[in-house]
């Protein structure tokens, strides 16, 4: 079974700098999907960015980007110029290619933004 | 507005009461599932559904039911609460393409006592 393990439980960043959470996974598949979901105080899930394991190139989206290792498997959030609207759980999550399968989550990253 | 719709939002339930929560979606959406969230849990899987008329278990089934007479509703039963179900409770969906995230509802908070 696939699993996703995300080793850092909470993060801080001062507002205008730069933080990186970590996620890694576990799967014997070579083709799959990749998600970051944030969750504000308001517990909507919003989905932050998604990158297809057959892609090299790693995905953006405005002040979030993610470094893909696919070897490694490894999938890493980074957050530029973080505001204070970042503060939110990130939850790190997995998708098989083939065949109707749920995502699977990691158990959240709790990042913090001093002002 | 199009999405998923969870209701309620909070419910109190006493133990061996039984409690049906409600999803329903309107984006045409063939995949459902259902996941609770507990402190440093993250989202765990009870049971999710292809289609209409097809669903199995996820990670956590045990003392939970679902059905999907429709490609639009997908509600969540509770036979006999536990305190131990006491969590926060949300329903997703999504297209079937496998690239797709999923779109959640706004999640229900369950408190068993």
């Known amino acids: 079974a696939q699993t996703v393990t995300q080793s850092q439980p909470e993060m801080s960043v001062q507002e205008a700098e730069t933080v990186t959470l970590s996620c890694t996974y576990d799967t014997s598949e070579s083709d799959y999907y990749l998600f970051w979901y944030k969750q504000p105080p308001s517990r909507q899930m919003i989905l932050v960015i998604r990158q297809e394991a057959y892609k090299q190139q790693n995905a953006t989206e405005n002040r979030f980007s993610v470094n893909f290792q696919k070897a490694a498997k490894s999938f890493s959030l980074k957050i530029s110029d973080s505001q204070l609207g970042d503060a939110a759980m990130y939850f790190c999550?997995?998708?098989?290619?083939?065949?109707?399968?749920?995502?699977?989550f990691g158990k959240g990253t709790r990042l913090s933004v001093i002002a | 507005n199009a999405g998923v719709t969870q209701t309620p939002k909070f419910q109190v339930l006493k133990t061996g009461q039984s409690m049906t929560l409600q999803c329903a979606q309107d984006?045409?959406?063939?995949?459902m599932s259902w996941y609770r969230q507990d402190p440093g849990m993250g989202l765990r899987l009870i049971h999710y559904s292809v289609g209409a008329g097809i669903t199995d278990q996820g990670e956590v089934p045990n003392g939970y039911n679902v059905s999907r007479s429709t490609t639009e509703d997908f509600p969540l039963r509770l036979l006999s609460a536990a305190p131990s179900q006491t969590s926060v409770y949300f329903c997703a969906s999504s297209y079937s393409g496998r690239s797709y995230g999923y779109t959640f509802g706004s999640g229900t908070r369950l408190t068993v006592v």
């Open positions: 999550a997995y998708r098989r290619y083939s065949g109707n399968t749920p995502l699977v």
């Open positions: 984006m045409n959406h063939e995949y």
